[in-house]
Nanobody, 125 residues
């Protein structure tokens, strides 16, 4: 049984930082590309960052590029998202997901089969 568990969310002032973690079990972690997504109230879920199976390639949404950094530790089966210079518009539920397509890296949301329950990030102005 695959389990995906996010942690590290919280309340932070604008300009602050948070580091999200995502622990994955029940699959061979380094066989799967990973992604971070977010969903704000009343909005569609959007991709924030994508990382390749080996962690050598990353892609970011334009809204977070230069502020967020994704990384993974395949020995620990854990994905990370370092978020700096946070803005109120970054407020959302953040989700981690594992790709099931077998791609080295993918941005296609339908490729992500295994999802966590999310961790809330709230940025105050």
């Amino acid at each position: 049984q695959v389990q995906v568990v996010e942690s590290g969310g919280g309340l932070v002032q604008a300009g602050g930082s948070l580091r999200l973690s995502c622990a994955v079990s029940g699959l061979t972690f380094d066989d799967h590309a990973m992604g971070w997504f977010r969903q704000a109230p009343g909005k569609e879920r959007e991709g924030v960052s994508y990382i390749s199976r080996g962690g050598t390639r990353t892609l970011y949404a334009s809204s977070v590029k230069g502020r967020f950094t994704a990384s993974r530790d395949n020995a620990k089966n854990t994905l990370y998202l370092q978020m700096n210079s946070l803005k109120p518009e970054d407020t959302a539920m953040y989700y981690c997901a594992a790709d099931a397509s077998g791609s080295v890296i993918t941005t296609t949301i339908s490729d992500f089969r295994y999802w966590g329950q999310g961790t809330q990030v709230t940025v105050s102005s």
